[in-house]
């Protein structure tokens, strides 16, 4: 005897299709190891009218209501995106005693707690895992074989976009732009790419894995970011010199205060010069990893594809098994969101920097930019030339200083007459 | 208010003691993070004499009764290993309603089905993550997030001591009995390292992960396997030239047959040489990866380290969670072991290879040798002879051919008076 549950459909656009290829192909294998039969009920689209293939029109239907409030739907699987109206359709099936899948990583990254609040209520599940890195199970891990772990630190390559990007970068030289329009012509980029490129992608998963991670809520809002945008293609030659490639980083750190037992979280999105024997050096293309630095079980690396329709529909495939067994049950696991984290200021946070400046050619500047970074506190690793005369520029790679000393000090660049232009910072990770 | 959940532990020894330590360093966060409190609340032990820094005398017995039967026992963690007497008093504590944790890989390897359906037949729970790379969730991952995921192959690095012990040869020319020396005095081989280095702790751990990602019954005894005691230091600079490095691999893959639905499944233990760029060639000393080759979700990699005390501690307390909280809702999950698994006879497995023979060095001797391999429809890729003379040797790299006709072939070489002494053979992993 197999256990029977409606699925409900929010959405039917590439990954919604692709999940529904899925479900039906993998439905006889599903219902033979776990003894639930998973039938897609319904599809709520906006569009009716659009060709769909291989999707049964009768499911169809444009009015959510029929979907999210149906009597005959069990779970709700929600595969748009964006925060209105799906925040709203969300909230409405929970506190219906609906179970609810979603891949929304913009809305969990900045509702995940009021969600999470009304799944609790109602004694439902909210899962979430294809939010952050797809079909690579880090977030379960994180909220079940971790739960009892004290994790100190999240690295990770979390866009795969942006990794596609820097990887040719790399390997052929290519610069921003051009390599922009490889990725687009490639369908990694979107044509609007800025939610890839900005760091805002990687914000939003970020405070995902830090609040699962550190059972204390951070969100997309409280990182600091910077994207790919500045990378030029000098970089990578100057990086590659040195024993470096550059990768977009997503860095969150806890800093446990051990008198008072308060903690800070840290967390900031950067492209860093990244160790050539670092293992995220080796996460190529539009693959994602993410590493945790685990007190007890040591540090734990996720690989996978972090994107695409199929890893894609099978975290909301492990999921929707998940929340179906859970209501066989009648049971469900709490999202273990903990109370608002109290974010470090980032002028505090520390790291070695790789920083590039053009000079002005002439004896005595190198002491001058150097002095200026002495007076600030940040002791210099290597110092190296590059070029003469007009196209004459410096690079720097620091010992571990704060961030608010490095700032303080190219502020003061700008009245030196021996500097000119914009200075490139990057933070380096051995 | 928290859930108060006593745990028995039995056994006592490194892990054991180390658990204990854990377990009392993560409590509070647990109940905090979870609403469960776990109190360990007896250990059996075989010496109650024995000094036991940190631990507390008073929970101590050598009744393991008193911990397997007792009634103010919630859950059992079972930390010493070995068939007998385990086998039978985890059977006891599942069939009184007790969920059974253990790091056991042999027990599970040997008889998990018998385990598990007593778990299954009294609604409880039974959790060994341990048993397979430590603190990596990789059962979990495989029980839960990917249990609808259709799992084609399995490529892993499985063993720690026998990793550091290739990852030295390969650094620094050593020959096995040196790096043995030096694994044993660094604490990362036992005093006898057999089941380390022959592999049988390898097939006990690829046939735990192979059932549960085919969902058939794989056993240790089905697998076969190869150690890295005929791994020869001159076979790494050979294989380095080439692109390779060498690595004890544990491989297991499905076949299914689209005529019929059956499917066999292939599973084996052998040193490989393994391409440089592949994402194992990177996992060295005591580090542990497991590959999955899943259908939707693409390839997975979980890296950590594969043992220890305390990463297999942290994996214990997140069984010993997941167990407690399942206690407390009155609900387990069932371990998905399936049917016995058909396995692929290995004659008819499928590889490349490397082979290094030693010759008598007159001219012929190539032709003829490549003539038996191509009888036997062996293809060759490259012939590299080596030396000159009485210290003549050779090395073919094949296409990929099955190891039934690469076993005949070299069933021929001892008629070959050309060809002299052992034959080196190991499969190739681009």
Redesign the interface.
């Known amino acids: 005897m197999s256990h029977h549950v409606r699925v409900g459909l929010i959405g039917c656009g590439n990954i919604g299709a692709s999940f529904a290829g899925?479900l039906a192909e993998?439905r006889a294998?599903?219902r033979g190891?776990?003894g639930i039969d998973l039938e897609l009920t319904r599809i709520a689209v906006k569009n009716l009218g659009k060709p769909r293939p291989g999707i049964d029109p009768a499911l169809l239907t444009d009015d959510t209501d029929s979907v999210v409030l149906a009597d005959d739907i069990d779970v709700i699987v929600e595969l748009i995106g964006g925060i209105d109206p799906v925040k709203d359709l969300l909230l409405e099936a929970l506190k219906s005693g609906k179970p609810v899948v979603t891949a929304n990583k913009e809305l969990i990254a900045a509702h995940g707690e009021e969600l999470s609040n009304a799944a609790a209520e109602a004694g439902v599940d909210l899962f979430f895992?294809t939010a952050v890195v797809?079909?690579?199970?880090v977030l379960?891990?994180l909220r079940?074989?971790?739960?009892?772990?004290?994790i100190s630190k999240i690295t990770g390559i979390i866009n795969g976009t942006s990794n596609f990007m820097l990887t040719r970068m790399a390997d052929e030289g290519l610069d921003y732009d051009a390599v922009l329009q490889r990725a687009q012509e490639l369908g990694l980029a979107e044509p609007d790419p800025t939610a890839d490129v900005s760091g805002a992608d990687v914000a939003s998963k970020l405070a995902i894995l830090a609040s699962l991670a550190f059972?204390r809520l951070v969100r997309a809002d409280d990182i600091e970011r910077e994207g790919i945008t500045e990378v030029k293609a000098e970089d990578f030659d100057i990086a590659a010199r040195f024993g470096y490639t550059i990768k977009l980083l997503a860095v969150a750190e806890v800093f446990r205060d051990a008198e008072t037992g308060q903690s800070e979280i840290g967390a900031q999105v950067f492209p860093a010069l990244v160790g050539l024997t670092h293992?995220l050096a080796?996460v190529r293309d539009s693959f994602n990893a993410v590493s945790l630095s685990?007190?007890?079980?040591?540090?734990?690396?996720?690989?996978?594809?972090g994107a695409?329709q199929?890893?894609s529909?099978?975290?909301v495939?492990?999921d929707?098994?998940?929340a179906a067994?859970h209501l066989r049950?009648d049971?469900h696991?709490r999202v273990?969101f903990?109370q608002r984290a109290v974010l470090r200021d980032p002028d505090r946070l520390v790291h070695s920097f790789y920083l590039r400046l053009r000079i002005v050619d002439v004896p005595g500047t190198l002491s001058e930019v150097s002095g200026v970074l002495g007076a600030h506190g940040v002791s210099i690793r290597t110092i190296t030339q590059q070029g003469r005369g007009d196209d004459a520029s410096v690079v720097f790679i620091t010992h571990p200083a704060s961030e608010g000393s490095l700032r303080a000090a190219i502020a003061e660049f700008s009245a030196l007459s021996s500097v000119h232009g914009d200075v490139s910072l990057m933070r380096i990770v051995e």
């Open positions: 899925l993998r294998d599903v190891t776990t895992e797809a079909g690579v199970p379960r891990s079940e074989s971790l739960i009892g772990e004290s059972k293992p080796a685990c007190d007890a079980a040591g540090e734990l690396l996720f690989h996978g594809p695409g199929l890893p529909s099978s975290a495939l492990g929707l098994i998940a067994d049950r049971t696991r273990p903990g």
